[in-house]
């Protein structure tokens, strides 16, 4: 079946700017996840959705940053007043439980 | 927080010889995660460990956890070209069952 989706896979816009990243999770997925790659690191947790709700955002590094899952399903990460230090691949991810998570292609956020 | 570590970070091998890429976590793990991502991929699920002392094998690779729960190892007997990428160890942390906590990773290059 289809997996996680994400768009843009890539994203170019100047420093200040307004930026949302979406993620399609997996059909029938409950749980949703937002991790922020690095060049020559490894994902680091941004956000976690049960259904709905965020059920843990500490890993989101400032008030720029916030996440919605309005029906449960779909998710867009948000981020305001873009700096270049945000520059990374975004990964979402979604699981069925709290198990096996699946990640998307990722979008490649680059701010200039 | 937990901190995830592994090392070798870079790894080049000749086809056909043996990898080893080792995790260690700061904090006792209640399971541990590999991924695999290959370049320009994205992190796909290997396997994940939950008993101590617990040992898994896929074909030629060999997942072992620690008997403290704390490190882990993934060994790949005879390597092939298809076997080049990023490996990551990952845990949950704080004794979340959601939050992944990434190692750096370990990127294997093999040599034709």
């Known amino acids: 079946g289809a997996g996680v989706s994400q768009t843009p896979s890539n994203k170019v816009t100047e420093k200040g700017k307004y930026v949302e990243l979406r993620c399609d999770p997996i059909?029938?997925?409950?749980?949703l996840y937002w991790y922020r790659q690095s060049l020559g690191q490894g994902p680091e947790f941004l956000i976690y959705f049960q259904g709905t709700g965020a059920a843990d955002d500490s890993g989101l590094p400032n008030d720029r940053f916030f996440a919605v899952r309005p029906e449960g399903s779909v998710s867009t990460l948000k981020i305001q007043r873009t700096e270049r230090g945000d520059s990374a691949v975004y990964l979402c991810a979604s699981s069925a439980s709290t198990d096996t998570q699946y990640f998307g292609p990722g979008t490649r956020l680059t701010v200039l | 927080g937990q901190q995830v570590m592994q090392i070798p970070q870079y790894q080049h091998v000749q086809e056909g010889e043996d990898f080893t890429t080792y995790c260690n976590s700061s904090t006792t793990l209640s399971n541990i995660q590999w991924y695999k991502q290959r370049p320009g991929g994205h992190p796909v699920f290997l396997i994940q460990l939950v008993k101590s002392g617990e040992v898994k094998k896929q074909k030629r690779l060999t997942f072992q956890f620690g008997e403290a729960k704390k490190n882990s190892s993934l060994h790949i007997t005879a390597t092939q070209t298809t076997d080049v990428g990023t490996y990551f160890c990952a845990g949950h942390s704080g004794g979340s069952n959601y939050k992944l906590t990434f190692g750096k990773g370990t990127l294997l290059t093999v040599n034709p």
């Open positions: 059909s029938g997925h409950t749980a």
